[in-house]
């Protein structure tokens, strides 16, 4: 008998403490329902990407010298540089045709940093889906083409990323895009010292 009833105590304390234990869940779940959803609402709402970020690549086919630099340090060789010899010793390549198949490209910037003329340029452009896959074959026209700019567009709401915010603040929807984001700024940073 006793070992009965210490069994039904056992059991009703179990239960009391699975009931403690689900209400203190259920409160920390209805107290998230109060918090403002962190969701960026896509495509009303679109974060700006950082001023480093490596999209789609810009060309100035006016600067390009048909050295194939970036060809060679890209990781697929993927820039097709179509050129001619020149009249002359000193103009010894006539550039005909640039282009950059973004269906293959990796988006590491590696043509961007060597670039000898700096006719290449990465831009904040990401969305470049495509139903037939050879309309990502970009040429020197459409890799001249403008980015287009997210704080631009006047249907978007531009959001700043985590990196961008304002001290203490980890939502984008609270802070004014103007505000100045937290730390110094690039150009606040002093130019490293270079030992030689
Ligand atoms: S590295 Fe620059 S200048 Fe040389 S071919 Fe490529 S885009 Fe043109
Ligand atoms: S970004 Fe990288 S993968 Fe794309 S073309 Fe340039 S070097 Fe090649």
Same mark, same amino acid.
């Given at each position: 008998m006793l070992g009965f009833l210490r069994q039904v105590g056992d059991y009703t304390r179990d239960t009391v403490d699975a009931a403690r234990?689900?209400?203190?869940?259920?409160?920390?779940?209805?107290?998230?329902?109060?918090?403002?959803?962190?969701?960026?609402?896509?495509?009303?709402?679109?974060?700006?990407?950082?001023?480093?970020?490596?999209?789609?690549?810009?060309y100035e086919?006016?600067?390009?010298?048909?050295?194939?630099?970036?060809?060679?340090?890209?990781?697929?060789?993927? %820039?097709?540089?179509?050129y001619e010899p020149g009249p002359t010793k000193k103009i010894s390549k006539v550039l005909r045709h640039y282009s950059i198949d973004f269906g293959v490209c990796i988006f590491c910037a590696n043509c961007v940093e060597y670039c000898p003329t700096q006719c290449l340029s990465m831009t904040e452009e990401y969305e470049l889906?495509?139903?037939?896959?050879?309309?990502?074959?970009?040429?020197s026209v459409a890799l001249g083409r403008l980015p287009t700019a997210i704080k631009a567009d006047p249907?978007?709401?531009?959001?700043?990323?985590?990196?961008?915010?304002?001290?203490?603040?980890?939502?984008?929807?609270?802070? %004014?895009?103007?505000?100045?984001?937290?730390?110094?700024? %690039?150009?606040?940073v002093p130019n490293p010292t270079i030992l030689s």
């Open positions: 234990n689900i209400a203190q869940g259920l409160s920390v779940t209805f107290d998230h329902l109060q918090r403002r959803p962190i969701t960026i609402q896509y495509p009303y709402e679109k974060l700006i990407p950082s001023p480093r970020y490596r999209g789609r690549i810009h086919i006016d600067k390009c010298i048909a050295c194939e630099v970036c060809v060679k340090v890209c990781p697929i060789n993927l %820039p097709i540089v179509d889906t495509s139903f037939d896959r050879h309309n990502l074959n970009y040429d249907s978007v709401r531009p959001l700043r990323e985590l990196a961008e915010l304002p001290k203490g603040e980890l939502d984008p929807h609270n802070v %004014p895009v103007n505000q100045p984001a937290y730390g110094p700024q %690039p150009k606040q």
